[in-house]
């Protein structure tokens, strides 16, 4: 009898010392599934996609990715209605600076011409006011690694650091101030185009912002051409392009309507009697010129409206003229 239970027993051993190698393969696949299932739940830190939502503080690192980037290194808000089609590639970082707990400006920075492809920004009735005096706190971007930094490239190169984001855009808080002097926001400008026709064209916008018969929010997307064949032979100390041309595509909401106009310069020299009515385009045009694509967010009727109006018709005349 003993003889027999023994035997049952190292039977029954037998029986579990088959099953325990698949039972061990059983744990581990359910596992697996548990573990597969909790990272899809929560994306990785580093990575932040077009169309997630809005919030730039998702990167751990402005630079350095946790995952992988098969594309376009984004640290910015991409649902901003401001902002231009991002044009992709991962030499090219889009980020969103913000203060005060609001958008200051987003930029998409090309690393290979060491210039911003286009700044945005929008005027409400909150960013449009001024509290504060230009800061002259010139640094480089703190969301773009520093060995990109141009900051010593101007000294003695024949160009001023020319605003894309003007210094007066941005005077609402002192730390949104101080995020207009990051050298990402620099262009290499001949100071008779910056402090010439260039400003003019700020003020001119900047007093568009402070209409409210005009607009609600004012959205401005504005930059120097970087493309081939826009650009000057020769780069500044051999590495920063130099832009052919200078832009401004700026869309006015009032209530749910929308109205769009933009400004095409040449990069020289301007008599003070040019009017700037005779800068002006429509956006589709400056998207022809660009190659960029303008107020995408918009619904599509409601963009093709906007970016199609002659600035030159009597409504458009009347509206931003008031002529």
Known sequence: ???????????????LGRLLPILLILLGYLGYRALSRSEAAAPS???????????????TSPYTPLGAIEDEIINGDTTLLEMPRLAGGNANYYVTH???GRVTYSLEYDV???HARWVCFSFTPETAVKEVSRSEAWAWD????????????FRRSGYSRGHLVASEDRVYSPEANEQTFYYTNMSPQLQAHNAGIWHRLERRVQDWADDRGLCDTLYVAKGGTIADGQIEPKRMKGRVVVPRYYWMAVLARKGGQYHAIAFWTE???YSPSVQIPSLTLSVRELEQRTGLDFFYHLPDAVEEAAETESPTSREALRRWWHQ
């Open 267 to 269: 990069h020289r020299s």
């Open 98 to 100: 913000r203060a005060s």
């Open 112 to 114: 290979t011409r060491l």
């Open 1 to 15: 009898m003993a003889r027999r239970r023994r035997t049952a027993k190292a039977k029954g051993w037998g029986r």
């Open 142 to 153: 703190p969301k773009v690694p520093a060995r990109y930094n141009t900051a010593s490239f």
């Open 45 to 59: 830190e580093g990575v932040q996609t077009l169309g997630q939502a809005k919030d730039s503080t998702v990167c």
